[in-house]
C-alpha cells in the first residue's frame, strides 16, 4: 500500500504484503475453501494485522528521528507547492518572468481567490518525474526566480492582496549562472523588501526549508510548517562535510541541527506547526490541504483588516528580535581588552 | 588563485613558517614571495610583490580607517548562547574568545573619518570564521538602528563564512534580521556603506553585505553565495580563474568599487563627504 516507503517505514510496507495477501486468498473461493478448512478466519487475521499495523505506525511516525524527518520532507510522494494551489485555492492565474530576462521555473506565482478573497499566491517547485525535476531545477531558484517572487509581492501591495507562500527548496541555485546573475543579491533584496510590505504575508513550509534559498521568499506576519517539513541553516550534507568532512554522517548533523518543524516551534521562530495525516502529508494529500486551508484562512482573518503600517512594524520586530544572546558588563576599554575570566566564561551558558 | 578555499589560512596553513624564526617573515599566498613581518606590516599588510591583501586585524582595520583615537566601541558585551546545546560549539566559543579577546566576530562602534562621523563595523574572520549567529546579527542591526538613531552613516567591513551553523535556525534568521536593518536605514534615508573583505559569502553576502548604497571591496577578496565545494554542480562548466573573487563581483555588476587597502580611507572620506551630515535634516 505504501508507495515508494523510506527505510524506515519498511516494516509498515511488509504488513501491508501480508494484508494483501490475506485479502487476496479472501477473494479466491477456492483458496478461500482451503483456509477455512485449515480453521483459519480470514477476516479475523486481517483484522488482527490491520490493527497491528495501525499501532506500528502510530508508533513509528510518533518517534521519528531528525534524520527521518528530512526524508519525509524530501519525500518524492509529497504534495508540492501547484499540488496545494490546486487543492487550497480557485482560479489560479499562474503568471511568468522577472521583467529582467528570464522566467524561473523553480518559482511559480500567481494571482488565485481563496474563498472571497483575492490573493497572490508563490511558491517554490519542485518537480516529480526526472523530465519535470530537471525543468523545476529540484526546486532550487535561480536570480530570476527570487525577482519574480518580488515583482509578484510588489503587485500583491499595490493592489492591496494578501501574500500566500509555499516554501519547499533544497536550497538556492549557486552555479556559475546564478553567481553571475547576483543570487546572493537578489535573496537579500527580497529579504529587505518583505520587511516593508504592506500587505500581509502567510508563509506555509510545506517540505524543505532550506537555508537562505528558503527564506529569501519566507519573511512573513505568519509561518507555519507542516509536521514533517524542515527547516534549516545548511542542509544535514553540508553540515557534515563542514564539521566532520564526511557527507554520510547527515543523519548526525540533522540531529545536531535541531532542524525539524518541533525545534522550530519551541525556539519560538515559527508561528505553528500542523499536523500531518498519519504517514506524512503525501498518505492523503486531500486532509492535509484541507488542514492547510484552514489555518491559511485562520492566519489572513486576523491579519486582513491590519493596516500596513502596524504590519510592517510588527514584522521588522518579529524578525529584528529573533536570536539568542547575552548583554555581558560592557568593557569600556577602548578597541578591546581581555574579558575576565569568569565572565568569558559565563558566556556560553548565561541567559539573555 | 592561489588559495585553497575560503576557509583556507593563508599567512598559516601553509607549512612554511616552519622553518623560519616566529613572526619575523611571511610568506605570500599570492605569490610566494617571503617578506620580512615588518614591512609587510609597514605596507599595510599587503604584499609589495603581487598586491595580495593578507587579513588585517581589527586595530590594524581601525588604524588604517578611521581619524586616529576616533573609534568608540559600543556594544562590546553582547555574547553568543549555545541555544542549540551544538556539539563542541561552547568549547569553540570559550577558545575563540580567549584567542581573540572578543566575544564574538563583530565589532561596532562610533568613529570619525576625516572629522566625518560614522557608525563602523568590522568582521573578523578569525572568530569562528566570522560566521553570523545570533551577536553577529544583533550587532548590525543594533549599529544601523544607531546609524538612524544619530542620522550618522553606516560603515560595514565584512569578513565571514556565513550563517554559524551551530546556532542552526536562529542563525538563518539573522539574514532577514539585518536585512530588516538595512530597510530601516533605506526609510531613515541614512547612507550605508558596505566593504567586502576576504572572505565574504553565504548567508552573509545573500543578506547585509549585499544591501549597501554603495559596495566596495578589496582586492583578491573570495567573494560569493556557496562554497568552491559545489564546484561540481556546474557539470562540465569551466569556471573562471578569478571565479567568486570581488573581481568577478565586480564584472558581474555587484559591487561598484575594487578598492586598494591603501585608498580605503581616502575613497571612504569621499562618500561620507558625498552623503553629507544630517542628510535627512536637510531635506
Known amino acids: 500500500m505504501l508507495s515508494n516507503p523510506l527505510d524506515f517505514e519498511k516494516p509498515i510496507a511488509e504488513l501491508d504484503d501480508l494484508i494483501g495477501e490475506l485479502k487476496k486468498v479472501g477473494s479466491d473461493p ?12 480470514i477476516e479475523a487475521e486481517i483484522g488482527r494485522f490491520e490493527a497491528k499495523r495501525e499501532l506500528m505506525a502510530r508508533k513509528i511516525y510518533s518517534s521519528l528521528t531528525p534524520w527521518n524527518e528530512v526524508q519525509m520532507a524530501r519525500h ?8 496545494y494551489i490546486g487543492m487550497i485555492f480557485e482560479d489560479f492565474l499562474e503568471l511568468h518572468g522577472d521583467r ?10 500567481g494571482v488565485a481567490k481563496l474563498g472571497s478573497q483575492q490573493v497572490v499566491v508563490m511558491g517554490h517547485q519542485k518537480g516529480r518525474d526526472l523530465k519535470a525535476r530537471q525543468l523545476r531545477n529540484f526546486g532550487s531558484a535561480r536570480p530570476a526566480g527570487f525577482r519574480k517572487a518580488l515583482r509578484l509581492m510588489k503587485m500583491a501591495e499595490k493592489f492591496h492582496r494578501p501574500i500566500v507562500v509555499f516554501v519547499d527548496t533544497p536550497a538556492a541555485e549557486a552555479n556559475l549562472l546564478a553567481e553571475e546573475d547576483g543570487i546572493s543579491m537578489s535573496i537579500a533584496i527580497c529579504l529587505r523588501e518583505m520587511v516593508t510590505l504592506t500587505v500581509p504575508i502567510i508563509v506555509a513550509v510545506i517540505g524543505e526549508g532550506g537555508s537562505g534559498g528558503a527564506l529569501g521568499i519566507a519573511v512573513g506576519d ?12 545548511i542542509p544535514p550534507e553540508g553540515c557534515a562535510a563542514i564539521l566532520w568532512n564526511d557527507r554520510s554522517r547527515a543523519a548526525d548533523a540533522a540531529g545536531a541541527l535541531k532542524l525539524t518543524s518541533k525545534h522550530a516551534l519551541e525556539f519560538g521562530l515559527v508561528d505553528e506547526v500542523l499536523e500531518e495525516p498519519l504517514g506524512g502529508a503525501h498518505r492523503d494529500p486531500v486532509e ?24 510592517t512594524q510588527g514584522r521588522y520586530d518579529r524578525f529584528r528580535n529573533m536570536g539568542q544572546w547575552i548583554e555581558l558588563e560592557s568593557t569600556p576599554q577602548p578597541a578591546h581588552s581581555s574579558l575576565p575570566a569568569e565572565l568569558a566564561r559565563e558566556s556560553g551558558e548565561g541567559k539573555g | 588563485m592561489a588559495r585553497g578555499g575560503w576557509f583556507s589560512r593563508p599567512s598559516r596553513s601553509d607549512g612554511s613558517h616552519m622553518n623560519m624564526p616566529e613572526g619575523l617573515w611571511t610568506k605570500c599566498p599570492g605569490c610566494s614571495e617571503i617578506t620580512f613581518a615588518r614591512d609587510l606590516e609597514r605596507n599595510l599588510n599587503v604584499c609589495p610583490k603581487c598586491g595580495y591583501h593578507h587579513r588585517l586585524s581589527l586595530s590594524a582595520r581601525l588604524a588604517l580607517t578611521v581619524d586616529e583615537g576616533s573609534f568608540e566601541e559600543i556594544d562590546s558585551g553582547v555574547a553568543s548562547q549555545d541555544p542549540l546545546s551544538f556539539p563542541d560549539y561552547s568549547t569553540k566559543l570559550k577558545r575563540d574568545m580567549a584567542k581573540t579577546s572578543m566575544n564574538d566576530g563583530v565589532t561596532t562602534g562610533r568613529a570619525t573619518i576625516e572629522g566625518l562621523p560614522l557608525i563602523l563595523g568590522v568582521a573578523d574572520f578569525g572568530f569562528m570564521g566570522g560566521s553570523m549567529g545570533s551577536v553577529a546579527g544583533e550587532k548590525v542591526v543594533r549599529a544601523m538602528e544607531t546609524g538612524v538613531k544619530e542620522n550618522k552613516p553606516v560603515v560595514l567591513f565584512t569578513a565571514s563564512g556565513g550563517a554559524r551553523m551551530q546556532e542552526g535556525l536562529f542563525s538563518l534568521m539573522q539574514m532577514a534580521k539585518t536585512s530588516a536593518g538595512a530597510s530601516k ?6 547612507p550605508y556603506v558596505v566593504v567586502l573583505t576576504h572572505p565574504t559569502t553565504a548567508g552573509v553576502y545573500a543578506s547585509y553585505a549585499s544591501l549597501g548604497d554603495i559596495i566596495l571591496a578589496e582586492p583578491g577578496a573570495t567573494v560569493g553565495f556557496a562554497g568552491l565545494r559545489v564546484g561540481n554542480q556546474n557539470m562540465g562548466v569551466k569556471l573562471p580563474d578569478d571565479f567568486q573573487t570581488s573581481e568577478f563581483q565586480f564584472r558581474c555588476g555587484m559591487v561598484d568599487l575594487v578598492v586598494a587597502r591603501k585608498e580605503m580611507r581616502a575613497t571612504l572620506a569621499r562618500l561620507l563627504a558625498f552623503f553629507g551630515e544630517g542628510t535627512v535634516d536637510a531635506q
Open chain 2, 185 to 190: 536605514l533605506d526609510r531613515a534615508g541614512v
Open chain 1, 288 to 311: 492535509m490541504a484541507n488542514r492547510l486551508k484552514s489555518a491559511i484562512c485562520g492566519a489572513l482573518g486576523k491579519l486582513v483588516s491590519v493596516d500596513g503600517e502596524t504590519l
Open chain 1, 222 to 233: 505568519r509561518v507555519i510548517m507542516l509536521e514533517h517539513s524542515v527547516y534549516s541553516v
Open chain 1, 30 to 41: 477456492a483458496e478461500r475453501q482451503e483456509a477455512v478448512a485449515n480453521g483459519i478466519d
Open chain 1, 100 to 109: 529582467n530576462g528570464a522566467d524561473d521555473p523553480a518559482i511559480v506565482g
Open chain 1, 76 to 83: 518524492v510522494d509529497r504534495p508540492y507547492t501547484l499540488d
